[in-house]
């Protein structure tokens, strides 16, 4: 089982920076995709930002050039650095380890944090 842990939310101001960090524990598993995920109230979740187990990021358009996703493999652990944050981010941040695959078994799945709040003022 992964079990996800999400830290690091809380209220700023416009034009400030949060960082969000997310940690993967459990053993016997490779997680190949690292996710941020985010919701306001009364819309959909989204994605944010996702990280592939080798470097690889992807990026929504209303948040590329301001924040920032980064992964340890060793730590099973993801980072989200927000900077320049406007109002309209303001949402509930989830965590995701997707394709996740169990070492013993081979089965692959997908997992959920339990999400952390991210207000934005101003």
């Known amino acids: 089982q992964v079990r996800l842990v999400e830290s690091g939310g809380g209220v700023v101001q416009a034009g400030g920076s949060l960082r969000l960090s997310c940690a993967a524990s459990g053993s016997g598993f490779v997680i190949n995709v690292m996710a941020w995920y985010r919701q306001a109230p009364g819309k959909q979740r989204e994605l944010v930002a996702n990280?592939?187990?080798?470097?690889?990021?992807n990026y929504a358009d209303s948040v590329r050039g301001r924040f920032t996703i980064s992964r340890d493999n060793a730590e099973n652990t993801v980072y989200l650095q927000m900077n320049s944050l406007k109002p309209e981010d303001t949402a509930v941040y989830y965590c995701a380890a997707e394709y996740v695959r169990m070492v013993l078994t081979g089965r692959y799945g997908n997992y959920w944090g339990q999400g952390t709040q991210v207000t934005v003022s101003g």
């Open positions: 990280i592939r187990r080798d470097g690889n990021t």
